[in-house]
């Protein structure tokens, strides 16, 4: 397991897993994982605006 598989994101890591976290939901398209969880329109892009925040593109 990488470090990343066994992370548990909290409010005060997040922000140092920013670029990761951009790389594994909109480029690649990995996160969430599994068909159980999806993730709404309104959440990609809360998300989007939180990582535009932190200057993460």
């Known amino acids: 397991m990488t470090e990343y ?4 994101f909290t ?3 997040m922000s140092k897993s920013a670029k ?9 398209k990995k996160m ?4 159980q969880i999806k993730l709404t329109e309104k959440e990609y892009k ?3 605006e939180w ?7």
């Open 11 to 13: 409010i005060e890591n």
């Open 51 to 57: 990582l535009l925040e932190l200057g993460v593109e």
């Open 46 to 48: 809360v998300l989007k």
């Open 32 to 35: 969430p994982k599994g068909d």
């Open 20 to 28: 990761a976290i951009h790389k594994q939901v909109f480029l690649k």
């Open 5 to 8: 598989e066994r992370k548990v």
